[in-house]
């Protein structure tokens, strides 16, 4: 049974899945935290110069 769960979690498909999901879940949080504001709106950093 062990053989299986180690087959499994060695697979490189799955792998990349995972890795995919992770960062994109990470994106996706900064996107929610930080809004979809365009340049217009809100306060930017360099208008006093």
Do not use: C, H, P, T
């Not at 979690?9 to 504001?37: A, C, H, T």
């Amino acid at each position: 049974m062990f053989e299986r769960f180690n087959n499994f979690f060695s697979n490189q498909e799955l792998k990349w899945l995972g890795r995919f999901v992770y960062y994109l879940l990470i994106l996706l949080l900064l996107f929610f935290m930080y809004g979809f504001n365009d340049a217009s709106s809100g306060s930017y950093i360099y208008n006093d110069f």
